[in-house]
């Protein structure tokens, strides 16, 4: 099945600083990468996703770019505010339509944003 | 708000009991994923169905099971439980199969086996 390895597991970044979470996944079938964040007490929520027929997507203050030859793609959050603490998640879903909603989600990076 | 209705929120029993979890779909939406969320795993995969029918399997132990019904809601049965299966457990939904489309999470229910 597909691997997903998330990186950091933490992350303390002060309030207007860039935060930057990666995602490495194994199958390069791959073409769906969406990023969750989930709110102490909530239910994940998507954010941002992209598909492979494209390399950055942009919406306000978080990006997320895919590398499909490395095999990576990462959650970037400019200019953080408070309301961005939370825990992030990258989510890769399975290539093989056998197994379609298999989504193999990152361990999760918890982001603290001190003001 | 995502739409999705999980009940109960919370969730306290002892081993060896059985409980159920329900989910209500967001409004036409046909598929309905289970995941556990525990602090050590992260969130695991269980169990997906699409319109009535069991459509991907994850790691769901014998002792769990799920159904979908005619209105799309759904339950997840645990049975026997054990100290370990104390989670947090969501609920999600799709409008197709998933492999290419958001899923809406519930809030979850929050179970603990003591």
């Known amino acids: 099945g597909e691997n997903v390895e998330q990186h950091p597991s933490t992350l303390s970044v002060q309030e207007g600083d860039s935060a930057v979470i990666k995602c490495t996944y194994s199958?390069?079938?791959?073409?769906?990468f969406p990023w969750y964040k989930q709110e102490l007490g909530k239910g994940p929520q998507l954010i941002i996703d992209?598909?492979?027929?494209?390399g950055e997507k942009k919406d306000q203050r978080i990006a997320v770019t895919l590398n499909k030859t490395a095999k990576h793609f990462s959650l970037h959050i400019t200019e953080t505010q408070p309301e961005d603490s939370a825990v992030y998640f990258c989510a890769v879903p399975p290539p093989y339509t056998d197994s379609w909603g298999k989504f193999q989600f990152g361990a999760g990076t918890q982001v603290v944003v001190t003001p | 708000d995502s739409g999705v209705t999980q009940t109960p929120k919370h969730l306290i029993t002892a081993t060896g009991q059985r409980v159920t979890l329900r989910c209500s779909p967001r409004?036409?939406?046909?598929?309905v994923y289970w995941y556990q969320q525990s602090l050590d795993q992260g969130l695991q995969f269980l169990i997906q169905y699409y319109n009535g029918e069991e459509r991907a399997k994850g790691n769901i132990l014998e002792r769990f099971s799920a159904q979908q019904f005619p209105d799309l809601h759904s339950e997840l049965n645990l049975s026997s439980l054990e100290l370990g299966d104390s989670a947090l457990y969501f609920c999600?939904?799709?409008?197709?199969?998933?492999?290419?489309?958001?899923?809406?999470f519930g809030e979850g229910s929050r179970l603990t086996v003591l």
């Open positions: 999600a939904s799709s409008v197709g199969l998933g492999n290419t489309g958001e899923l809406f």
């Open positions: 409004s036409g939406d046909l598929s």
């Open positions: 992209i598909r492979s027929n494209v």
């Open positions: 199958d390069s079938a791959s073409n769906y």
